[in-house]
Structure formats: C-alpha cells, structure tokens
C-alpha cells in the first residue's frame, strides 16, 4: 500500500519530484526532513549530497565560491569519496586562491575515481601554475581516460615548451585540432611551435588562426572588410594595419615596399608613437593614426600576415637594413650632444618590459642584475627604458655610468635618432630591439626562457636582423649567466672595434 504523507519514502520521492523541476530548496528540505525521521537512511544521504553538489556548483557558476566550498563539504561529510564533487571543491579552492586545499581535492577526487579525466586535467592545471614537474603525469593521465580532452592536451603542449620540447609541443597541439578542428588557440600555439622550428612554410598558415582568438579580436579592427590575398593592386587603395605589440608592428614594416610594387596606393595605420617613426620611411605610402578613422580603402591586411602572402622562408625574409631611418635633425643633435662624452663606448640600455603581463615578466630584468656590465672600462650607458622600470635608472649598480635620457624619449622617432648616434645597444626582447635593428645598429638581444618564435632555435644571430646578436637565455640557466656573457663580450669589444 501507498506509504502514509510525511513518511520517508514519501518525502523521499517528493524531494526527487522538486529536484527535478531546479526547486533545488524544497528538494533539500524534503530529505533533510527524512534524515530526521531516519538518519541513516542510506537514500535520504545520497539525495541530499546529489542536492547539495548541484546547489554548490550553481553558487559557484554565479561566483560565490566560499558558499560553493560549504555546500561541497557538507555533502561529504554525508557521503565521502563522490569524486565529481571532491573536483568541483577544488575548483572553488582554486577560485579563492587556496591552492594548497585546491590539490587536496583534486587528489581525493582521483582516489574516489582514478579514471575521471578532469580531476586529473584540474590537478595537471593547479600544479603547472605552481611549477610542480608531477603536472605533465595527470594531463597525460587526463588524455589517456579522455582522448579528446582538448584543454588537457593544449597545457600539456605549453608545458612541454618550458621544457624545450618542441617536437612534443607540436604532437600536443596537432592532437588538439585533431579533437577540434575549429580549436583557435591550438592552431595559434601550433603556429608558434612551426615558427619557432623554422617551418615558416606551415607556421605562417596556422599563423593566421591568432584572427579568430578572443583575445585578439580587438587588434582585428576591420573585421568584415575585404582582406587582401596578394592579388595585384593596381587601382586600388589597401591598408595595412599594425597588429599587436609594438615589435610586431616594427618588424613587419619591412613588407611595406614590398606591397607598395604591387601598384595601388598603401595606407598604414599604425598608433600614434610609431606614427613619425613610419613617416620618415622611404615608403611609397601614406601613414595614418590607427585612433582616428582611416580614409577610404578598398582591401585591407594586417602587417602580421603580410609574411604568409609573400611565402617568406628563412632566406627570404626581407632583411634589407635599415629599412627605417632616423629624423636627421633629432639625429644631429644628439650626435652633438654624445661628442662631449669623447671617445668611450655609448652603449643603450634596456632591461624591462612595460607591459605586465605574465610572458612579459619572464623577459624583464631589474637594472641592479646589470651590475656586472658596471665594472667594463670605458663606456657609458644610456637608459633607453620606459614605464614603471625607468625610476631605477636613478639607483645605478655602483660604478655603472648611466645616463638617464628617457625622459627625452617621447615617442619611437626619438629613439631612433638616439639609437642611430649610439655605438651599441643592449636591450631584452621588446620592441627597442627590433627598432635597433631596423635601424641596421648593432643590438645585443637578452632572450628569454622559452624564446620568443621570431629568434629561432640554437643561433646567436638572426635572420631577421643583420646587425643583432642574441644572448640566449637557456632552460637552466639564470639571468645572471646571460648577464655575464654579455659583460665578457662587452669587455673584448673595444678591442675587436679597434681591430
């Protein structure tokens, strides 16, 4: 017979009738009220975790991740080991920046479940972001109990490039277009991995899926507009728009003559401290402030995917220097002004970036790691740095001459005439050094660990750059050493100039 109203089974069913209709409150009423009628109700303890999990992760989809946490604990306690649940309590540990607590959860959820895939993937994440080599086992172990988890295949590739694994990198990425075709920030990270290796020919086509990230997005201003293909131009306008950082903006200016032959009238659009810079170029073109709106044109291309129209291969690059100029009367001056200093070596110096984002910091240093340069006879450098890393200019390592001058330095036509009066320039990767070799200057390039795409594998040159020396950084190798290799061949360059 049917049991009685308010009995267990009935509050049970009850519950489960609410749970499915999202009245998520009444259905954990209905069996809180049956665990008071019997509390060991094996049913009832199930019910409330399941309700509890799904209130918990509901509070954590709107943010309020320290209710998430008590929802998740207080279905444990009534029924431990559910490892989904266990999963979604580190998510939200993680969310709160609780790390230590975050693997805990993530590891509980493996012993419940060794095969749940985004325990493993979540505990890989956790532990990559806190340096832990144990990462690369369960994003493995993630892609072995779920072969298409994409996201657990593309942190393994980023992992791999810490480790200087290129080739493995690459397996990752092309096992995550493979799982997703339209995965735009595999193709990107792929692209990054091909470029780095060389293979320009297959790096430049994957290059282009950087259009379809997110993130991105607001460097592709004229979405929707006819974009060039490298067909001839001939009666018509084309833009050009700088993309990116302000590097990628100074090395791919050298493709503007080369558009320029292919007749038609080039605009291009570029911000407004690369603004004069570009003027002074002997181009065929006319240069536009990228924050007002460009004149009419009738095709449209980023300089960044100039290179996969022209196929550039590493002995095509068009590396023809200078390709940018300076200003001869800023020029002049300076030239006058760096005479008083006699006959020593002048020397720019660079040593962060200004931006603050995570890749950016790996290439910075602070100036004080520059004190071996100090103790070179016969050289005085000269503080080319921006930003919030330009105030150490005033506290010199002891015994360096520094000369801070970037006050003077508005935008990059100021820096170009300082550069072309300079003998040398030593910077990390940012933009002052593909400036310093558009200028045809010699430059002595700081890379980081893992390099940037653009500088190649295993030579201390670039083809990109006739003028530029590269100082790698290598996987275990600190600052420091970079450093001191750099201050040995400051030291034997008076020598070979005068030879």
């Known amino acids: 017979m049917p049991a009685p109203d ?19 409150d009444k259905a954990e009423d209905c ?18 975790a399941d309700a509890l999990g799904v209130r918990g992760y509901a509070l ?29 309590l580190g998510n939200a540990y993680r969310s709160l920046g609780r790390t230590d607590e975050a693997i805990a959860a993530y590891r509980d959820a493996i012993a419940a479940d060794a095969g749940l895939a985004e325990a493993h993937l979540n505990l890989g994440t956790t532990l990559h972001l806190a340096g832990d080599a144990q990462a690369a086992a369960h994003y493995r ?26 080739q493995g990198a690459g397996e990752c990425y092309r096992r995550a277009i493979a799982a997703r075709p339209d995965f735009a920030q595999a193709h990107f990270n792929y692209a990054l991995q091909l470029l780095l ?31 060039w293909d490298g067909a001839d131009l001939q009666g018509k306008v084309i833009l050009l728009y700088a993309e990116q950082g302000f590097g990628d903006a100074l090395q791919f200016a050298r493709y503007v003559p080369l558009v320029a032959k292919r007749g038609g009238r080039v605009i291009v659009s570029c911000r407004t401290q690369l603004k ?13 402030d990228a924050g007002q709106p460009p004149p009419a ?33 800023k020029a002049a001056r300076w030239e006058a002004r760096l005479a008083a200093a006699g006959g020593v070596l002048k020397v720019g110096l660079v040593w962060a970036t200004e931006a603050r984002t995570p890749i950016a910091l790996s290439k910075s240093l602070n100036l004080d790691m520059l004190g071996p340069l100090a103790v070179v006879p016969d050289v005085i450098f000269y503080s080319l740095q921006k930003g919030p890393a330009a105030s150490e200019a005033v506290r010199a390592p002891n015994g360096m001459r520094l000369v801070d001058v970037a006050a003077e330095l508005g935008d990059f036509s100021d820096t170009a005439a300082l550069i072309s009066r300079l003998d040398l320039i030593v910077t990390i990767d940012t933009a002052v050094a593909h400036l310093a070799g558009a200028l045809d200057k010699p430059v002595w390039t700081l890379t980081h660990w893992p390099p940037d795409w653009r500088w190649l594998l295993g030579r201390d040159d670039s083809p990109w750059y006739p003028s530029m020396r590269l100082f790698r950084r290598g996987r275990t190798d600190a600052w420091s050493d970079v450093v001191s290799r750099v201050g040995e061949a400051l030291q034997r360059l008076p020598a070979q100039r005068a030879g």
């Open 31 to 48: 069996f809180r009220e049956a665990l008071v009628l019997e509390p060991e109700n094996t049913g009832a303890l199930h019910l409330l």
């Open 197 to 227: 290796a060389g293979d320009y020919a297959r790096g430049w086509e994957e290059y282009e899926w950087r259009l379809r990230l997110p993130e991105l997005q607001a460097h592709w201003p004229f979405a929707g507009r006819p974009r």
């Open 60 to 88: 954590q989809e709107r943010g309020e991740f320290d209710a998430a946490v008590d929802c998740y604990l207080e279905a444990l306690a009534l029924v431990p080991a559910q490892a989904q649940i266990q999963n979604n």
């Open 276 to 288: 004069k810079l570009f003027e002074q170029a002997t181009w065929d073109c006319s240069v536009v």
């Open 141 to 166: 172990s993630a892609l072995q109990f779920r072969p298409g988890l994409v996201q657990a295949a593309l942190n393994l590739g980023h992992l791999l490039e810490g480790d200087g694994d290129v």
């Open 297 to 329: 044109f009738d095709l449209c291309c980023s300089l960044l995917s100039l290179a996969r129209i022209f196929g550039t291969t590493q002995t095509t690059i068009p590396a023809e220097v200078p390709y940018l100029q300076a200003e001869g009367g």
């Open 6 to 24: 308010g009995s267990v089974d009935d509050l049970l069913r009850r519950g489960a009738e609410f749970q499915r209709a999202a009245e998520h």
